[in-house]
């Protein structure tokens, strides 16, 4: 005759000397709630990407570059006259290849999805962003649905499509 699940982790608790005086279910329902509901919401956040109805526009000056922790992807800090933002662009791959080069001083409009960071920083996930210099060009990082355009099919870092058509 064998053990229940239940007889089983509660046993495998006991022999670890970790089960709360309330009980193995009590204990699952903590971690759940402590553990994975915190980072089930830091991926779904994560996967919700782009929101229109947060959608605004900007206009500063760059002030500086970092590799964000959102997917890796390239920040830009741009300050305007009202406060500095974070600006997520691209994949570094990805912005290399448009030649989207942002320096210190550069003057850009940016179009872009408004969050506030886990820190309570503004930050914008890009749709667009123009270069506010003569013969400056405009950066579309969004389609008109608002998928990434890195991510659209034939457009990979190794992708032989976009070494044959660097414009795509």
Known sequence: MGISKKEFVTGMF?????????????????FFCLVVLPTASHLYAQEIGYDENTEITIR??????????????LAVLVQTD????????????????????????TGVEVV????????????????????????????VLRDNSCKPVWMVSGCSESSCLRVAHPDR
């Open 112 to 139: 872009g999805s408004k969050f506030y960071d886990v820190h309570g920083s503004i930050t914008l996930v890009s749709r667009s962003i123009r270069i506010l210099e003569p013969g400056g060009r405009l950066f």
């Open 60 to 73: 500063g000056t760059v002030v500086g570059t970092h590799q964000s922790p959102f997917h890796g992807l």
């Open 14 to 30: 006991k022999k670890i000397d970790i089960v709360p005086p309330l009980g193995v279910e009590v204990f699952l329902m903590v």
């Open 82 to 105: 009202a406060c500095l933002y974070s600006v997520l662009t691209g994949p570094r791959w990805f912005v290399d290849r448009m030649g989207l080069h942002l320096r210190g001083g």
